[in-house]
């Protein structure tokens, strides 16, 4: 952990995580009066569904930012377009690369674009992944910041800039690089997921949580796992080493520092949370 980083708690955001896996991937970043939905890849039906569990209310959603064109990530744009109103936001390379994406209203943003949605400033990054022009995302409001990475197989140099001192950051650990090798998988996919365009792994993301985490950071939040390639207690045990975090519950899919400060915990693909 580095400590270049204020100490002040201030928890504007929150991430409310509706679905995040390959089987769909959708997330509301809200503010004290702004939401974004980012990625909407579960059906208009699923979505408000969850959201209701949440108590998230999405009549309100002010953007819609999308960061790439798989359909783990798209599969819902079409019908939410329906109900939705505000812009749609994705890259030019993402608005084209799918016929069901390319009808739909999208104003393009640049990998590195930096803009405001109400009062949440949404700055982008590139991400590396088998798409054209994937990008995460850094959310900033009111000095409180948060770090939105998945879908990548490294972590460009703009990725690990801008995923540094937030508090709370949700990246991908997308498999463990054992049991992938193990898995009934064809070699070409392995290869796939676990190359420089395919999926951060446990230990990559570990990598990463020792130069990302300040003492600003509260939540790490493993994104995106595997349910194939990963368990939950698995992706949580391998990010704590990174903090020295340990295990908070009988399964280990929620580990803390001793000081419980920071608190390391998995994103389900059903299990709604919100993370605050
Ligand atoms: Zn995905
Ligand atoms: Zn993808």
Not at 4 to 29: E, M, P, T, W, Y
Not at 203 to 220: M, N
Request: charged share 20%; aromatic share 4%; proline share 4%.
């Amino acid at each position: 952990m580095t400590s270049d980083a204020s100490a002040a708690v201030n928890s504007q955001l929150r991430l409310h995580i509706l679905a995040s896996g390959s089987k769909g991937n959708a997330c509301v970043v809200q503010s004290a009066n702004t939401k974004i939905l980012i990625d909407c890849g579960i059906s208009y039906r699923e979505l408000t569904r969850r959201a209701a569990v949440l108590n998230v209310d999405l009549s309100d959603i002010a953007a819609t930012v999308v960061t790439h064109e798989h359909s783990d990530h798209t599969a819902g744009l079409s019908v939410w377009c329906k109900h939705f109103t505000g812009p749609m936001l994705a890259t030019k390379g993402t608005a084209g690369a799918r016929k069901h994406l390319a009808v739909l209203p999208f104003k393009a943003i640049d990998r590195n674009a930096d803009f405001e949605i109400g009062d949440i400033r949404v700055r982008c990054f590139p991400t590396s992944h088998d798409v054209v022009d994937p990008i995460g995302f850094r959310f900033e409001a009111h000095g409180d910041a948060l770090g939105y990475c998945t879908d990548s197989g490294v972590l460009t140099q703009p990725a690990l800039e801008l995923l540094h001192n937030v508090r709370i950051l949700a990246l991908e650990a997308n498999h463990d690089p054992r049991m992938l090798a193990h898995s009934s998988y064809p070699l070409f996919l392995q290869e796939r997921i676990g190359g420089a365009q395919g999926h951060l792994s446990n230990e990559q993301a570990c990598t990463a949580l020792t130069t990302l985490v300040t003492k600003k950071t509260e939540y790490v939040i493993a994104m995106h796992l595997s349910q194939e390639n990963n368990r939950p207690g698995l992706a949580v045990k391998t990010l704590s080493q990174a903090v020295g975090a340990t295990p908070q519950n009988d399964m280990g899919t929620r580990a803390a520092t001793a000081d419980k400060f920071l608190s390391i915990v998995c994103a389900a693909q059903d299990a709604p949370m919100t993370i605050e």
